[in-house]
């Protein structure tokens, strides 16, 4: 038999878990700049609202796939927090580098 507060304590005992490793040791930015960033490419969007053909995406992904900043796992860029299968796809967004 197994007493209840043992099993706590066990658990409590264990090592933290390391946290995956970020291509670069890049960090995503505070969730404020995130913000921030997501009503820049937002104003740039609604000012022009044109989607990117297949072609202008898939060119922006292939730079992007190539970039130090680039989050694999979560299609996002590190430099600016924003999720790159809808950024890349509005004409008007822009790479916070100026890559694209
Ligand atoms: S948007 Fe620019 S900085 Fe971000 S991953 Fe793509 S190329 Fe890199």
Redesign the pocket.
Known sequence: MTDKKDETQGFANQPPKKRPARPGNLRYPSLGTQARNLGKTAKQIVKNPKLADDNLFNKRME??KA?P??DAKQNR?M??GCY?KGKARFEAAV???R??
């Open positions: 730079i992007c970039c900043a680039y860029c430099k600016c790159l790479c916070p580098l890559k694209w």
